[in-house]
């Protein structure tokens, strides 16, 4: 620049109250994203427990809002919380009557500047959270005795042991079981948490005639059966 007389000015490089603008094309990228229920075991939800999932950004977001995370197939009763900053964000919502399945989720977000990221629909670690309403069906409870070596399993005496044997239509939490109307040790079967074994041994102490037991069991999401 140069005044009317043609004498040049000094040439500016940085503005004399230091402000500056940033040119920034970069989208923020999500590194973390992941998800869990409050349920006892957090890859599973049933009605009422709540699936939170939490995002870490490379860079500062925009405040974001319910509209940004669509979880359970709709971004209605969406709470949304900010973590230690403007990286760190999570959402939230109660399971109530929503599809069974794996939790489907979607997030959507820009930074400061309004530069999208891609839309984020599956985790970055972790396990998927599945949603579970159906509660576990015995399909097998046989019972026996080991009196005369095995040769007469439906009778006891004394120091027999007596030997439950369930197996249900899913995986379940260990279940509690009684025989005579005693606890029972148990273990898992050979089908992993479908199959359980249960046992006791006779005492002189137990009622005479049939033997009872009764199971209390619950799937992973905690549906009784």
């Known amino acids: 620049y140069e005044d009317p007389a043609g004498n040049a000015g000094a ?6 109250d230091a402000s500056d603008v940033i040119f920034d094309m970069t989208a923020p990228v999500l590194g973390t ?5 409050d349920n ?3 890859n599973w939800a049933t009605t009422n427990d709540k699936i939170t999932l939490t995002i870490v950004s490379d860079t500062d977001l925009e405040e974001m809002t319910a509209g940004d995370f669509s979880l359970l197939a709709s971004t209605a009763n969406v709470t949304i919380v900010e973590g ?3 990286k760190n964000w999570s959402a939230w919502k109660a399971v109530d009557g929503h599809t069974q ?13 309004g530069n999208s990221g ?14 579970d309403y159906n509660p576990p069906t015995i ?4 019972i026996a005795s080991n009196n005369g070596s095995g040769t007469r399993p439906e009778l006891a005496v004394p120091g027999n042991v007596i030997t439950l044997t369930v ?29 359980w074994i249960a046992t006791y041994t006779m005492a002189e102490s137990n009622e005479e005639g049939r033997v009872p037991f009764t199971i209390s069991f619950s799937d992973s999401a905690g549906n009784v059966g």
């Open 11 to 16: 040439t500016l490089t940085a503005t004399t």
């Open 33 to 37: 994203v992941t998800i869990a229920s």
């Open 40 to 42: 006892t075991f957090s």
């Open 84 to 86: 230690a900053n403007a």
């Open 101 to 113: 399945g794996v939790a489907a989720f979607s997030i959507t977000y820009e930074d400061f500047v």
């Open 118 to 131: 891609d839309v984020i629909t599956s985790i970055t670690t972790g396990k998927n959270v599945t949603v």
């Open 139 to 142: 399909t097998k409870a046989d």
């Open 167 to 195: 197996a249900v239509d899913e995986n379940i939490q260990e279940p509690t079981i009684t025989i005579a109307t005693n606890p029972a040790a148990v273990v898992k079967g050979v089908d992993d948490a479908k199959e």
